[in-house]
């Protein structure tokens, strides 16, 4: 809230700004909505309802919650399974390379093991290889020792330190998830502690396709937080008009329809017996064609476009970078301290 007017200030300034990530909101029931409206755009809101303390407790904590605000032009979806996230939210919108998950990201350092394994658990799900959409990750990830040049977290052998295991974690899922992240030694927080300057990188950017985004900007913090604001651009369009929707092309997507489904519906609607017995086999066509085009009316759909879609390199695939970023990891442990284990 004390970082409102800024934010109006900076928005009126960058105003080709289409979405805006806020990290830790510190927001709660008692504000409102209204209080804030910036012109121009729309918003969703994550506030923190969990005691940090205590996962049994009816009690809610002070601190933490997401927010996106986006263009009042942008049609966009919330992503349901990500409510189980805790501190963080997730969107959807329609582009010229398909549907784009954006999610916003505060892991706060305080979070238990649970609460670490729900978020761990929405961010598995929302960056699934299997997905039919592209995901982009922002916000405050607080890995202070994640080494993202290399992407380990620096453990010492024999360590049981759960701060740098829940740390590794996070590293080990991106890595298994196929996930690029663009900073990778640049400072994002600095702060006075005790007269010492501390510095570390701990938002990040991370994203399922490399073809996605083109270029990250770093600029000021706002008002007097310790992290700097940074923008982000994309390679893809986004699709909310009668006119842009009609350059997009539409897939059917039987992955996203049960067999069980698609078999009681096929029951319940369609007669597959011929209407005469007299037919030839052109009308016979006509008329199975006719009820396979029913069957596939209850069969989602998702958006295609022949141009300007962020389109993956052939050795590009999730399973390759999955493999190649182990094998890094792999390499870095060795060089720390090289061993048969290692």
């Not at 299997?130 to 620096?154: A, H």
């Amino acid at each position: 809230m004390n970082k409102l007017d800024e934010l109006k200030v900076f928005l009126s300034i960058h105003d080709n700004i289409e979405f805006l990530f806020i990290a830790e909101t510190h927001l709660n029931k008692d504000i409102l909505d209204a209080e804030l409206q910036i012109s121009g755009y729309s918003f969703v809101r994550r506030d923190r309802n969990y005691d940090i303390n205590n996962d049994c407790s009816d009690i809610v904590s002070s601190g933490g919650g997401s927010m996106i605000y986006y263009k009042n032009y942008i049609n966009i979806n919330v992503v349901e399974f990500f409510d189980k996230a805790p501190d963080s939210l997730a969107i959807s919108v329609s582009t010229s390379g398909g549907i784009v998950c954006l999610g916003c990201i505060y892991r706060s350092p305080s979070l238990s093991y649970s609460q670490n394994d729900k978020l761990l658990e929405c961010i598995n799900s929302i960056c699934h290889e299997s997905n039919e959409f592209e995901t982009i990750l922002i916000g405050d990830f607080n890995l202070p020792n994640v080494s993202w040049e290399n992407g380990i977290v620096k453990t010492p052998k024999g360590s049981n330190n759960k701060i740098l295991s829940n740390q590794e974690r996070y590293v080990n899922l991106f890595n298994d998830k196929g996930m690029s992240w663009y900073f990778t030694d640049e400072i994002t927080r600095r702060r006075l502690v005790r007269d010492t300057l501390q510095e570390s990188l701990l938002d990040q950017v991370l994203f399922s396709n490399d073809a996605l985004v083109s270029d990250v900007q770093l600029l000021p913090p706002l008002g007097k937080s310790d992290h700097i604001s940074f923008v982000t651009e994309l390679c893809v369009k986004l699709m909310n008009s009668d006119e842009d929707c009609k350059q997009l092309k539409y897939s059917t997507s039987w992955s996203k329809v049960s067999p069980s489904d698609l078999s009681n519906f096929s029951k319940e609607n369609i007669d597959w017996n011929y209407s005469s017995s007299e037919l030839d086999v052109e009308e016979m066509w006509s008329e199975l064609l006719g009820k396979l085009n029913q069957v596939e009316s209850v069969v989602p759909k998702i958006p295609l476009i022949d141009g300007n879609r962020p389109v993956k390199l052939p050795w590009s695939t999730t399973s390759l970078k999955r493999m190649r970023k182990n094998k890094e990891k792999a390499w870095s442990q060795f060089d720390i301290a090289p061993s048969n284990e290692h």
